[in-house]
């Protein structure tokens, strides 16, 4: 062990604790992790029997809230010494979602300031083999003037369970605070933070259209770097259909032409440009 090291609380044992904070605690020699709070320990869900050494905290009252922990967890020990030195013993590292509104968010940056505490949001996808390459990529000029940029993180999950914040429609709730949150923030380490508005005539679009059983999607734009006309449907069965192409439709090529409709041939695309 390190010489020096740093005592880690961490506040709840889920799949967040388990598989992607505890073991980076654990391998870092500077780190120790020191206590788990957890709500309801069971005998196949037991942070005591996993780490030797580590103290153990029941709570049956946890909040599930993170804007009160972290309120909680920076107001702690508020009579320490809180130099500039001392900062790194006071951090707080908090998961997603960080919190609801960007109001709230803001009060606890304030109070972080206000306790010379560290505080910091969790965000491992930053570390992605494919992050990491497209970062270097961006940094070092490989790619030249950007012009255009789309990042996605789409998966096929029907049901997900043991995730209340995921699926109910509560203050912090759904895909924008799960999902959302990783291309968005690949998009403002790379470009910074977005201006306010630009003059001019758009060249590129995203409509969403909301139907009563789901969502229809439409995008189109002027310097993509090859065609494509592209539908995705997820059907009941929990099947995923795709179909992907990448010209337009011969009938426009073969009236330029000359051909006319009825024409041998005429609407017949040729094999290689099947859709996919």
Not at 80 to 98: A, D, H, I, L
Not at 200 to 220: I, N, Q, R
Request: with cysteine; glycine share 8%; net charge neutral.
């Amino acid at each position: 062990m390190a010489s020096k090291f740093f005592n880690v609380g961490v506040i709840g044992y889920g799949l967040s604790a388990k598989i992607y904070q505890i073991p980076f605690i654990t391998t870092v020699k500077s780190l120790k992790l020191y206590a788990v709070v957890q709500r309801t320990p069971k005998p196949d869900n037991n942070a005591e029997l996993g780490f030797y050494g580590m103290k153990s905290f029941r709570s049956t009252e946890l909040n599930d809230s993170h804007l009160e922990l972290a309120k909680l967890a920076l107001n702690a020990g508020k009579h320490v010494n809180c130099s500039r030195n001392n900062m790194w013993n006071q951090s707080v590292v908090v998961e997603k979602p960080f919190t609801p509104t960007y109001q709230e968010a803001q009060k606890l940056i304030d109070l972080a300031k206000k306790q010379s505490r560290l505080l910091t949001v969790y965000l491992s996808r930053r570390w992605d083999a494919d992050y990491l390459t497209l970062s270097k990529l961006i940094e070092d000029g490989s790619l030249g003037r950007i012009v255009d940029y789309e990042t996605r993180f789409e998966r096929h999950v029907p049901d997900i369970l043991g995730s209340r914040w995921r699926t109910e429609s509560i203050p912090g709730g759904g895909a924008i605070y799960d999902l959302a949150i990783r291309p968005a923030k690949r998009i403002t380490a790379f470009l910074g933070n977005q201006r306010e508005g630009i003059d001019g005539s758009d060249d590129s679009f995203t409509v969403l259209m909301h139907y009563d059983e789901f969502m229809a999607t439409a995008k189109a734009a002027e310097r993509s770097r090859r065609l494509v006309i592209v539908a995705l449907v997820i059907c009941e069965q929990e099947l995923l259909l795709g179909l992907s192409q990448f010209y337009f439709d011969v009938q426009e090529e073969q009236l330029k032409s000359g051909m006319r409709p009825g024409d041998d041939g005429y609407g017949i695309e040729p094999s290689e440009r099947y859709s996919k």
